[in-house]
Every structure is written in structure tokens, then in C-alpha cells.
């Protein structure tokens, strides 16, 4: 991926630096009919072949850059920094977040940088998704539990819902439903759950909203049996 | 154009590259020579040395990395800053451990680098 992004970037330079010689060059006949509009023109296409950069940037997050560093994460733990961030945003939007951890959860056998990154993208979508719903119920719910050899995560919202085509694209790279989105949140979760042997779904609750749902395996203790 | 303004040696292996940014200092009013190999430029250095060097680090035969270590050994080598695609925070560590003056990461942020060439080509 790491020459792929360098193979890629190279014919960008070229493109964003042959906009920006032209913008120059455009400086020396300001007089050209259209030389407002070139201009226009050619700090568009330096911005797009910027943008194209960041995209590839982004992308390389999706093949993880470093191999994970696993460890025995306590999954709660991670649920209260992920308030602690997100607190800020949902409360500027009127976002009410509960969390309902099982106490005594098994620890995960996870790296805890990239399983935050997973609760983080979930908490903001989840925030997005609450955009039309009123104030007043603008609530997000964090589970927790232990199931068998699993620990379960929960991020419900009371948002909007998940419709039949979107679902079925939903972790898919580059599908946003977002006006500025890129699309690669979901997409980066995905990767990073699957790296870990775990699982990512979503659903339609009963009532309004969506819920994702994290299983991650729990780190095998060894414990004496008796 | 004036023959004794300072020259700015442009050292990439992409042909597209090169070009793009012989314009770019050409209409900056700069005068620029394109290489595309390491070896090219430092059988250049004998007939003129640049004020400036603008470094790729991806290059065949001799690494620009390379280029930097035996420019940085120069008595009065020139100045040189760096362009890359590549994103390894150590590699940028070791070229400002080399000398090298600016650091930019491809694509490049044309202005900046302008504004770093006259920086250099200013200084007294």
C-alpha cells in the first residue's frame, strides 16, 4: 500500500504543481479575457489533486500501517475515554450519552489505540445520525457485555435509521451517506475488527435509531480450574 | 534574464515532475536545471554550483539520501531541500540530520517551496 500511495502521489505532484506554475504564469497577462476564471480554474484542480492525496492517505489507514499490538485492553475503560472525547460535540448538539458497562467485563485482547479509533467513528456517526431527531431525545446508549468467550459493545443511537440500500453498503469503502464524509470511517472499522478476529454488524432498533455492535474475543486467561 | 541570478537545481526522476516545476520556478522568474539522476547533477556541479537544490529522495542508482550525505561533506555545498512521496518520519529525521533546509511531503505546497527557495537564495 505504502508504494501504491507513493505511486499515486507522483502524478498528483505533477498535476498540482503544473496548476500552480500556470496560476504564476496566468500572473504575468492579468489582462487575459478570462484570466479571473482560470485562475478558478486552476487553484480547483491544485485543491482536487490535494484532495486525492488525502484520500490516498486515508486509505492506507485501511490496510493497518503497523502491525497490531495486542494486549489485554479493558474494553470499559476505553467506553469512558471515548465520552470523555466526544463529550464536548454531543453536548453542542444536544446529545445525551448513557453508558451501561458490565462490571467484572473479561478483558479483550485488543490494541487499545485502534479499538479506540473504532469507538470513536461509531460515537460520531452516531452523532450525525441524530441530526433530525429532537433535541430531547438525542441519546446515545454504550453497552457493554460478556458473552461466552466474547465481549460485546453496543453504540445505539435514536437517529435516523439505516435504510435497505444503505445497509447493504454500509461498511463498504467510500460509501457515505454524509454530505462531507469520505466514506472510510466505517470501512476502517471494519478492518480493524476483522484484524482482531472480531465482528461489526448493525440493525434497525424496534423504535427509532440504528445499533452497531463490537465482538471482540476476550483474552484467554489461563485460570486453574477446581 | 539575468545569466548571473542564482540557479535552482531541481534532482527527480519523474519526468512529469521536473517539468511541472521548471515552470513553476521558471515563471517565479527563477533560472532551474532538471535531473534525473543523482550522478547527472554532480557531473553538473563542475561547470555551476546552484544556490539551491531541490531534492527528490526517490531516485535510481544513487538514493537522494545519498546525494544529500556526499552534498552535506561539500565545503560550501548547497543548500538543499527535499521532496517526497514517501511518508517515514524517520527519513525526514535523518535528511534535517543531513542539513537539508525544507522538508515537503508530495504533492507539494508550491507556494511554500517558492517562498523556501527565496528564502535560501535571499539570505546574505
Known amino acids: 500500500m505504502a508504494s501504491i500511495a507513493h505511486e499515486v502521489k507522483q502524478p498528483l505532484t505533477a498535476i498540482v504543481s503544473n496548476a500552480a506554475a500556470a496560476a504564476r504564469a496566468l500572473e504575468d497577462g492579468p489582462d487575459h479575457p478570462h484570466a479571473e476564471e482560470l485562475r478558478e480554474i486552476l487553484n480547483d484542480i491544485a485543491a482536487e489533486g490535494r484532495l486525492a492525496a488525502d484520500v490516498v492517505d486515508r486509505l492506507r489507514t485501511l490496510s493497518l500501517k503497523r502491525p497490531l499490538s495486542l494486549s489485554p485492553v479493558a474494553l470499559n475503560e476505553v467506553v469512558a475515554e471515548t465520552l470523555h472525547f466526544v463529550q464536548g460535540d454531543a453536548r453542542r448538539r444536544h446529545v445525551t450519552l448513557v453508558a451501561e458497562l458490565e462490571p467484572k467485563l473479561p478483558a479483550v485482547k485488543a490494541d487499545r489505540v485502534c479499538v479506540q479509533q473504532v469507538l470513536l467513528s461509531l460515537s460520531l456517526n452516531a452523532i450525525d445520525a441524530m441530526e433530525d431527531t429532537p433535541p430531547r431525545e438525542r441519546r446515545i446508549l454504550f453497552r457493554t457485555r460478556c458473552t461466552g468467550d466474547q465481549v460485546e459493545l453496543l453504540v445505539r443511537d435514536t437517529g435516523t435509521g439505516i435504510s435497505k440500500p444503505v445497509s447493504d453498503k454500509l461498511f463498504e469503502p467510500f460509501f457515505t451517506t454524509k454530505a462531507q464524509g469520505l466514506g472510510l470511517g466505517l470501512a476502517i472499522a471494519r478492518s480493524i475488527v476483522d484484524a482482531h478476529g472480531g465482528r461489526i454488524w448493525a440493525a434497525n432498533n424496534d423504535g427509532a435509531g440504528a445499533s452497531f455492535h463490537i465482538a471482540l474475543p476476550a483474552f484467554a486467561e489461563r485460570r486453574a480450574s477446581g | ?124
Do not use: Q, W
Open chain 2, 1 to 124: 534574464m539575468d545569466s548571473a541570478a542564482a540557479l535552482v537545481a531541481i534532482v527527480d526522476d519523474d519526468v512529469s515532475i521536473r517539468t511541472a516545476l521548471l515552470r513553476l520556478f521558471r515563471f517565479a522568474r527563477y533560472r532551474a536545471h532538471a535531473y534525473r539522476t543523482a550522478d547527472a547533477f554532480l557531473d553538473s556541479l563542475e561547470a555551476e554550483r546552484p544556490g539551491c537544490v531541490v531534492l527528490d529522495l526517490h531516485l535510481p542508482n544513487t538514493p537522494g539520501i545519498e546525494l544529500l550525505r556526499r552534498l552535506a561533506k561539500l565545503e560550501n555545498g548547497p543548500p538543499v531541500i527535499v521532496i517526497t512521496a514517501d511518508d517515514d518520519e524517520a527519513l525526514e529525521r535523518r535528511c534535517r540530520a543531513l542539513g537539508s533546509r525544507s522538508y515537503f511531503h508530495k504533492p507539494i505546497d508550491c507556494d511554500a517551496l517558492l517562498e523556501a527557495v527565496r528564502n535560501i537564495l535571499d539570505a546574505p
